[in-house]
């Protein structure tokens, strides 16, 4: 999937969050804006990616240790996952606005 195709899901969340998403749409999104404070869950089971970063911890977003883990249900991820998605994308681009290291 293309980086505009990654950017369209975005803005398409952000207009309104759906109850669902299919998960190569969260895959791209992710890879796109968060991949270098993601990693893959290996082994059995739903979870797909956990997403950490410092700053999260700091803020006291998500689990309290910085980070989230997002999981999928027959190809879908719920919305509760794409919230902390957006949530973590918002975050990491107000910081690069503010510390000048551009933005996504």
Same mark, same amino acid.
Request: aromatic residues 8%; contains cysteine.
């Given at each position: 999937?293309?980086? =505009?195709? $990654?950017?369209?899901?975005? /803005?398409?969340?952000?207009?309104?969050?759906?109850?669902? $998403?299919?998960?190569? /749409?969260?895959?791209?999104?992710? /890879?796109?804006?968060?991949?270098?404070?993601?990693?893959?869950?290996?082994?059995?089971?739903? +979870?797909?990616?956990?997403?950490? +970063?410092?700053?999260?911890?700091?803020?006291?977003?998500?689990?309290?240790?910085?980070?989230?883990?997002? $999981?999928?249900?027959?190809?879908?991820?719920?919305?509760?996952?794409?919230?902390?998605?957006?949530? =973590?994308?918002?975050?990491?681009?107000?910081?690069?606005?503010?510390?000048?290291?551009?933005?996504?």
């Amino acid at each position: 999937m293309s980086d =505009a195709s $990654a950017k369209k899901i975005l /803005d398409k969340w952000r207009k309104q969050v759906p109850p669902e $998403a299919d998960v190569q /749409d969260v895959l791209a999104v992710i /890879d796109y804006y968060l991949s270098e404070w993601t990693r893959d869950v290996k082994g059995p089971g739903s +979870h797909l990616k956990v997403v950490y +970063h410092p700053m999260f911890q700091r803020l006291n977003l998500f689990d309290g240790n910085g980070g989230f883990s997002v $999981a999928m249900h027959k190809k879908r991820v719920k919305k509760c996952y794409i919230k902390d998605i957006l949530t =973590a994308i918002d975050t990491l681009q107000m910081m690069r606005k503010v510390d000048g290291s551009g933005s996504q």
